[in-house]
């Protein structure tokens, strides 16, 4: 693990647990036992009561940024297959869902989704991010934010 951060967005029930890429490949694990792992880790402690879902990201994903570990856990992690549940472990009541919905209100309710590809458990990552941070040489970047507010962005 590199990072580990609870987003405020999620009412800090969720965790991101950021993976060191090099680190994970000497491992020569996969995405169900790593995933397993952490979950067993941390939903057997009294401190990872009120984490219900984890989700592990590569690092290519910034785990302090709400907007990156989104749009890992929507092209990333496919729903069921990269999941996985645990009900055997102490809840969270004061998750709505917990005590409002059709499960044990103390037991379970918890997950970890892996948000990273098979790829990168093996070789590492086989592509190139397109976006503006990475995708672009830095003149082009400087002159763009030079220009920013002149083109009518805040």
């Not at 029930?13 to 680190?23: E, F, H, N, R, S």
């Not at 919905?101 to 892996?114: C, I, L, M, T």
């Amino acid at each position: 693990m590199k990072e580990v951060f609870t987003p405020f967005e999620t009412q800090v029930i969720w965790a991101v647990v950021q993976i060191d890429g090099a680190k994970l490949r000497a491992l020569k694990t996969n995405a169900k036992d790593l995933c397993t792992k952490i979950g067993d880790l941390v939903f057997s402690q009294k401190c990872g009561m009120i984490i219900q879902r984890v989700l592990v990201v590569g690092d290519d994903i910034d785990p302090y940024n709400f907007k990156d570990v989104m749009w890992a856990y929507c092209t990333r992690c496919r729903p069921n297959m990269d999941e996985w549940f645990f009900e055997d472990v102490l809840g969270f009541p004061l998750v709505p869902y917990m005590h409002m919905g059709p499960g044990n209100p103390v037991r379970g309710g918890k997950s970890v989704s892996n948000c990273m590809l098979p790829i990168e458990y093996t070789k590492g990552p086989n592509w190139e991010t397109a976006d503006f941070q990475h995708a672009y040489p830095e003149e082009i970047k400087e002159k763009v934010l030079a220009n920013w507010k002149a083109m009518g962005f805040d």
